[in-house]
């Protein structure tokens, strides 16, 4: 019995200790960073989301907004260059048909005079 007790008092005095190091002495930082901070891979990973995004609620614009946080000029070219590799690494079809879809939508958007946006 004596032993379960000293087992028992052990753990909590452990997590105790776990939960106040945690807390105090080495807490978890978050750091903010935009899109066009991030690897070249994870930017392409953020592209197929924004045209899974895209292809659920077809809002353009609010596309158009989340590519232009990348700070790339060409956002169609992109776009296209992402879903020509996809493809080519063998990624599903339906990924690549939706990257696809948006760099055809967004070349119609960007090429409809300003008035009519």
């Not at 379960?4 to 052990?10: D, H, I, M, Q």
């Not at 807490?27 to 045209?51: C, F, G, H, K, W």
Request: hydrophobic content about 45%; overall charge negative.
């Amino acid at each position: 019995m004596k032993r379960f007790v000293l087992l028992l008092a052990g753990t909590v005095v452990g997590v105790l200790a776990g939960a106040w190091y945690g807390w105090s002495v080495s807490p978890v930082t978050y750091n903010e960073i935009s899109p066009d901070q991030l690897r070249a891979e994870y930017q392409a990973d953020y592209v197929l989301m924004v045209a899974e995004t895209y292809a659920a609620d077809h809002d353009l614009g609010e596309a158009a907004v989340r590519l232009s946080r990348l700070g790339q000029a060409d956002l169609t070219g992109l776009v296209r260059r992402i879903a020509d590799a996809y493809q080519a690494a063998g990624y599903p079809e339906q990924d690549c048909t939706r990257l696809y879809d948006l760099a055809r939508d967004l070349e119609r958007f960007s090429t409809l005079p300003t008035a009519a946006r």
